[in-house]
């Protein structure tokens, strides 16, 4: 992953301190990209243990249409409990609970899940209903009818529904190319990239969709482009970054994806796994909310 540790060298060279939302402060360059070519392995950050269950359950629930955390919390992947945490916090039923108090009603009271693991009509609902239109069902109708499209764009940034989102969408776009000779490409456009906690996950989860796009539309994965506008790292990474630079990556690991008589609609955690996945040890960080 050379790519990754690239960009992290790009950014702490040549971007600009600026404050930020979270008022944490980051180091920020505007207008990044790599490429990662998945016929040379599943590109998922060898210089930490990145959380491979996460990325695969987030992917499985964005191509659901679900926009409720109750289904990761229920399977143990708490990467956005803190947004719908925060609007619950504003609210008259909050009576002083943790956060992780808060994760167990999600997990044990579906009426307290139903009102407070609500995130709004983020990724889910675009891809799968934008103003009433199934965009994942259209990209994959159209890779396999007229592939050569330019056309195979799927939105989450909805202007109209954005201000009602725990968080406006940071993958805000993303693209597929089929080449004559039988391979698929997929570019994102993410608005904002927190190079530290949110990259590697964001790299490994557009890797995952391509490939499983490819299985469906019966192509070959082939490159993953990854275009960052705000690309940064928070003040608080700066440490566990340069930990991550003095480590050497290690071999790529192998996705594997059992399909057999399956759509891309109907695979399941169980069906996807990654063999001879070997890390570095973790690097804990605080997200920015």
């Not at 790519?3 to 360059?29: F, H, I, M, P």
């Not at 109209?160 to 776009?173: D, F, I, K, R, W």
């Not at 290690?250 to 069906?271: A, G, R, W």
Request: charged fraction near 25%; include cysteine.
């Amino acid at each position: 992953m050379k790519q990754y540790l690239d960009l992290v060298k790009e950014v702490l060279a040549n971007g600009e301190k600026r404050e930020d939302r979270t008022n944490t402060g980051t180091v920020s360059k505007f207008g990044t990209q790599s490429r990662y070519d998945l016929r040379e392995g599943f590109p998922l950050v060898t210089t930490k243990k990145v959380f491979f269950k996460g990325i695969v359950h987030e992917i499985l629930w964005f191509i659901s249409g679900d926009t409720n955390i109750k289904y990761l919390v229920d399977n143990k992947v708490n990467i956005w409990n803190e947004w719908p945490y925060e609007i619950f916090k504003k609210s008259n039923d909050f009576k002083n609970e943790t956060l992780q108090e808060f994760v167990e009603k999600i997990k044990t009271d579906q009426d307290f899940a139903n009102k407070h693991g609500e995130l709004g009509p983020v990724y889910g609902k675009q891809w799968r209903d934008f103003n009433g239109v199934d965009q994942f069902k259209n990209l994959i109708n159209g890779i396999k009818v007229n592939p050569y499209s330019r056309r195979h764009i799927i939105s989450a940034w909805n202007p109209a529904e954005v201000n009602q989102m725990a968080l406006p969408p940071c993958h805000s776009l993303f693209q597929f190319y089929v080449s004559k000779d039988g391979f698929i490409d997929l570019q994102l456009y993410q608005r904002s990239g927190d190079i530290f906690l949110g990259v590697p996950f964001n790299i490994a989860s557009y890797s995952l969709l391509l490939e499983l796009v490819a299985i469906e539309c019966n192509l070959k994965a082939r490159y993953f482009v990854h275009t960052i506008g705000d690309a940064h790292i928070y003040s608080n990474h700066i440490e566990q970054l340069n930990l991550q630079l003095s480590r050497e990556p290690k071999i790529l690991p192998t996705l594997k994806v059992n399909s057999e008589n399956k759509s891309i609609f109907d695979i399941k955690f169980e069906d996807i796994s990654l063999e001879n996945y070997e890390s570095h040890p973790a690097i804990k960080g605080v997200v920015a909310v």
